[in-house]
């Protein structure tokens, strides 16, 4: 009898360095749900990224990932994947997997089609302007029209509302609108586009 391929959830966050997390080493920062995950799952602790040679590291680093490339041997610092390439999600989907991704991504559009089958709430571009950041369904022809954002210049839009429609996907049944408006456990803020840490700096 053969083995079911396992599912795999990948979770990369943005510009997080690695001494961030309880579970690899800091013990003054406490991060359960992530120690969770990475008791169960699999961490890439020496993942590096040399030097910077864009003004926004989270993009060649994205592209290493999803390439298995050094930053030298990326083209653009990873703005863009060239076909010949190959990305972890075409691989994956070579071994019969269906991928899915949401989120950020400055790597290209073309390359996200390339590396997810489908997904939503996808983020191209537009961090000069957090209140106003543009979002699009999957387009299978991989088009992603700027004219027809998935939410057009939405009043009081921001990164926290993000979050919440990502994790809509993840808990199937439970929407973050059910209820008349978007929910939030009390005292507690969600980020995608940023860290936040439970502290304030003096």
């Not at 961030?20 to 590096?48: K, M, Q, V, Y």
């Not at 060649?60 to 990305?87: K, W």
């Amino acid at each position: 009898m053969s083995q079911a391929k396992p599912n795999i959830l990948l979770f990369f966050t943005d510009d997080q360095r690695f001494d961030t997390i309880r579970a690899l080493g800091n013990s003054a920062i406490h991060t359960p749900n992530i120690d969770r995950l990475i008791a169960r799952g699999t961490t890439f602790t020496h993942a590096h990224i040399p030097c910077g040679t864009h003004g926004a590291i989270c993009m060649p680093s994205r592209a290493m990932l999803h390439t298995g490339r050094s930053l030298f041997h990326l083209q653009d610092s990873g703005s863009s994947i060239p076909a010949e390439h190959t990305m972890l999600g075409e691989a994956l989907r070579g071994q019969g997997y269906r991928t899915w991704g949401t989120g950020k991504w400055h790597n290209g559009r073309e390359s996200f089609n390339r590396g997810f089958a489908d997904g939503d709430e996808i983020m191209f571009g537009g961090m000069a302007d957090h209140w106003n950041v543009p979002v699009y369904h999957y387009d299978p022809s991989g088009a992603y029209d700027t004219r027809l954002a998935y939410i057009p210049n939405p009043p009081a839009f921001g990164n926290n509302e993000i979050a919440w429609r990502e994790c809509d996907h993840i808990h199937a049944g439970r929407h973050s609108s059910d209820g008349g408006g978007l929910h939030r456990p009390p005292g507690r803020r969600r980020a995608v586009l940023r860290v936040r840490l439970p502290a304030r700096a003096p």
